[in-house]
């Protein structure tokens, strides 16, 4: 099953995304997908064609093209540059034309309508402001003809509506005029052409606007874009050439030069260079890599040289990965957008029986003539009402809040984890890798006899072992300069220990626990044991043919940040809970040095998932942070997931979000970065809202029994698009504000 993205065309409100949505429902061999209103783009899971894809929105009424590589973006980001030229040409033409015919009028250059030359004025007016609705806004009242065709009413139904009603309106004037002067009322003797060029300039002139903010909304997904060169040095029987990235294959070699990006990701075979790797990680300082090392596709080489065997091509590199992973995200609608979606799924229809009622009650209770003021009531209201505002409201500021992580290294997965972040009450961390360093190291043992022996001995044993306690023993026996030898009948017990005859003795190694089940004394070990577990350090119990002979003191340090990351998350309001399998003074001692409020020590792997239940029975909301297998199943049971970049593949696809950088302040970012989304989608949704319930009754007329004010139609035009405008800017503080 593939996923492909998408640019939309002609989209241009929250009605043109529904007309969307229900044609790809309703194809056959579409998965599942998903529609950003804001940036325009489908991300489409199907095993068809995507010419069926295509197809689909083209049925709908709109157009589809497949974005497949840098160039489609490249040419959709030129083809929007265009589009912005000519909608704000479209609007100046309006405008001008639009404020020309309003000057005359009020300066009283408009002969009166009674008279020959006066009818000629009015008729060339309605000639001249046809043809500028048709070339300025043919789009909106083709996009019109086709929602009602398909069943929809959109945006541009409201516009199409109001402006057509202006102008038919103040032909159908002209003609009765002509026809029997004298008949209608001075007061009725009013022509809205110049209204209905007006409004279509402003609207114009809006979504202009609208589209130049739009496009600096999504500096992020460019910038990682940009990171893959277009060429690399590919050496092939000891010749080198400059070929495209494109035609790269995994196995062949790539010489890295200073200064130079990694094209592709990559094993460095030969060189020792410093990578900076802080726009896939967000970590500043740059990174040493050498011969065995594994090099990603966008980061930059430093003053060295490196030789690389390519290992990932295409969309499976870790840069594309990212690319897709952003894009996902950018896609999807937290529970707030859903809801902005089944309010507008309705809003044009309610809009439109707001503007019949409005008629009805002006040609009820307005003062005669009543068409006037019944017109304009409902001209305003169908032209003040657009619900561009409240479509574009979250996806604005999904869009540039996703944007802002992933250049912090901060990959959010969903939608939902955006809005879920703001409700979490309790964070647990897992501490090995989390918490520490990841990277622990034998700092003190006590022996029972032959210490270069049993060291030997359990290093033999360890050597199959991937855990990093197990790595710690045997790196420290190397170090001692103790060859290994072979071992057999290895037997592993998850959380516990791990057991193998070695030379014809039988070794075990693991948590006092597991020793005692084995029948194996420890009592003699226990003094220099609290020792050791006081001063923070994790405990490995060596047994020889059933005799404890070793006792060796593992530490991990604490990460340089993570003191203060929990200092910050308990800034946010978070309870900090830390999850170890060490005992429980062990424990408490890197709990107490990291400042954490609650330990729950001595937790077996399979437990985790159960004590993240069991948080949640309490009534907390609880997100989680791993970075390995075991911590899989717990971060899919956490409301939120937050699994460390440098984790397994297994805990990040079960995370909500992923953290490039291996750091606990990641956590204090994404979280921050989470709530300060939600906040600008409240504050974009408060203020659709809130226009459109103003907007909409002073519209209409309500204020005219006190205040004698009926809104100018071209000044509700205005408000209009400076609504959507007013968006769009407020989404972009996202990606400079401060993050709490």
């Known amino acids: 099953m593939a996923i492909y993205q998408f640019a939309l065309h002609n989209v241009r409100c929250a009605g043109c995304v529904r007309s969307v949505e229900k044609s790809l429902r309703q194809t056959d061999g579409i998965d599942d997908f998903a529609i950003n209103f804001a940036d325009r783009t489908a991300s489409v899971q199907t095993e068809a064609d995507p010419e069926v894809v295509t197809q689909a929105v083209e049925a709908a009424g709109y157009g589809a093209s497949l974005m497949q590589d840098q160039d489609d973006y490249d040419q959709r980001a030129k083809q929007e540059r265009q589009a912005f030229r000519t909608t704000l040409r479209k609007s100046l033409v309006a405008l001008v034309l639009g404020a020309a015919l309003m000057v005359a009028m009020l300066i009283g250059w408009m002969p009166d309508l009674h008279t020959g030359s006066g009818m000629l004025q009015g008729a060339f007016m309605g000639v001249i402001t046809l043809a500028i609705m048709a070339y300025s806004a043919g789009h909106i009242y083709k996009g019109a003809w086709q929602g009602l065709f398909h069943g929809d009413l959109n945006m541009d139904t409201l516009i199409a509506l109001g402006t057509g009603t202006a102008w038919i309106y103040s032909t159908g004037l002209l003609i009765a005029t002509a026809m029997a002067a004298g008949v209608l009322p001075e007061a009725a003797m009013h022509l809205y052409y110049e209204a209905a060029v007006m409004i279509l300039g402003f609207i114009l002139l809006g979504q202009a606007l609208e589209s130049r903010a739009r496009g600096n909304t999504n500096d992020a997904l460019r910038k990682l874009l940009d990171l893959q060169p277009r060429e690399a040095l590919r050496i092939r029987d000891g010749e080198s050439k400059s070929v495209p990235v494109a035609m790269l294959l995994p196995g062949d070699r790539v010489r890295i030069r200073p200064g130079e990006r990694v094209p592709v990701d990559g094993v460095v075979i030969e060189g020792s260079s410093h990578l900076d790797e802080s726009m896939l990680t967000g970590e500043p300082l740059p990174v040493k890599r050498e011969a065995g090392d594994q090099v990603t596709g966008g980061t930059v080489n430093g003053q060295g040289s490196l030789l690389i065997e390519v290992s990932a091509v295409g969309q499976k590199t870790v840069l594309a990965q990212i690319v897709a992973t952003v894009r996902e995200a950018q896609n999807a609608k937290p529970a707030l957008g859903r809801l902005a979606d089944r309010i507008a799924a309705i809003f044009v229809p309610v809009v439109i029986l707001i503007a019949v009622l409005a008629v009805g009650l002006w040609l009820w209770l307005a003062p005669a003539p009543a068409w006037p003021y019944a017109i304009v009531a409902a001209l305003t209201v169908l032209i003040v009402a657009c619900p561009c505002a409240l479509g574009l409201a ?347």
């Open 394 to 740: 979250t996806p604005m500021s999904v869009m540039v809040g996703v944007g802002r992580a992933a250049e912090q290294g901060v990959l959010i997965r969903n939608g939902d984890a955006l809005q879920q972040a703001q409700a979490i009450t309790t964070l647990v961390v897992d501490k090995t890798g989390t918490l520490t360093e990841g990277k622990p190291a034998v700092v003190a043992l006590h022996a029972d006899g032959d210490t270069a022996r049993w060291l030997q001995l359990a290093a033999s044993v360890e050597q199959h072992s991937e855990h990093p306690l197990a790595q710690a023993v045997v790196n420290y026996t190397r170090e001692k300069g103790l060859e290994l030898v072979d071992s057999q009948d290895f037997d592993a017990t998850a959380g516990s220990g791990v057991s193998a005859r070695v030379e014809g003795q039988q070794v075990l190694l693991g948590n006092q626990d597991w020793m005692q089940q084995q029948s194996v004394e420890t009592a003699f070990f226990d003094d220099k044991a609290d020792d050791f577990s006081q001063a923070g350090r994790s405990l490995v119990w060596v047994a020889v043919d059933g005799q404890m002979k070793l006792l060796l003191a593992i530490a991990d340090p604490l990460r340089e940040d993570s003191a203060e990351a929990v200092a910050q998350l308990h800034c946010q309001g978070l309870e900090v809970v830390m999850l170890s399998g060490d005992n429980q003074q062990t424990a408490n001692a890197i709990a107490q040095e990291a400042g954490i409020d609650r330990v729950i020590a001595e937790v077996k792997p399979e437990q985790k998932q159960a004590v993240i239940r069991d948080l949640q029975l309490e009534g907390k909301i609880v997100a989680m942070v791993g970075d390995g297998i075991n911590d899989a199943p717990a971060l899919a049971q956490a409301d939120i997931g937050y699994a460390m970049g440098s984790g397994t593949d297994v805990a990040i696809s079960s995370a909500d979000v992923t953290l490039m950088r291996s750091s606990l302040m990641s956590v204090v970012d994404a979280i921050g970065i989470s709530r300060a989304t939600v906040r600008n989608i409240k504050q974009n949704l408060f203020g659709a809202f809130i226009y459109n319930s103003l907007a909409i009754p002073v519209a209409a007329g309500v204020l005219y029994p006190w205040t004698g004010l009926l809104l100018n139609p071209a000044i509700a035009g205005a408000a209009m698009a400076l609504s959507s405008v007013t968006v769009v800017t407020n989404a972009r503080r996202l990606k400079g504000g401060r993050l709490k």
